[in-house]
């Protein structure tokens, strides 16, 4: 069994899958042509080398319409490829007619697990007793 920075390296070493997260507020009245979208940029990304999934969470709480959409790509450089990509970039220019958006990037360990407050550069590790 791994214990202290060796196991928390082996976390970070041994994932390469990148994710994408994208929210966008969605404008008032365009809802439909919104999912119509999100329905053909997520048809196209499957056609690409390294899609692993797409996953969509829509909050339509209060006055609120946001939607946000969790890209997940095999590795950093497959995410780049679709990100850079002539369809996805024509897409892009079109969802502006209908949302605002938001980028955020991570690779893949981040987003399953966060620090607690005050942990840092500054504290040290657990010990292994705390691993077991």
């Known amino acids: 069994m791994l214990r202290g920075p060796e196991w928390i390296e082996s976390l970070e070493t041994n994932s390469e899958e990148a994710t994408l997260v994208v929210r966008r507020k969605i404008k008032p009245g365009r809802e439909r042509e919104y999912e119509d979208w999100l329905e053909r940029i997520t048809q196209r990304a499957r056609g690409f ?3 692993k999934g797409a996953t969509t969470l829509f909050s339509r709480e209060g006055d609120s ?4 959409v969790i890209w997940r790509f095999a590795s950093q450089r497959t995410l780049e490829n679709w990100k850079n990509s002539q ?12 949302a605002s958006q938001h980028f955020a990037e991570t690779t893949a360990m981040e987003t399953w697990f966060a620090l607690p407050p005050g942990w840092g550069p500054s504290l040290p590790l657990p010990n292994g007793r705390w691993l077991s």
């Open 87 to 98: 369809e996805r970039l024509k897409l892009i220019d079109e969802v502006e007619d209908y």
């Open 49 to 51: 080398p390294g899609f």
């Open 65 to 68: 319409n946001i939607s946000y």
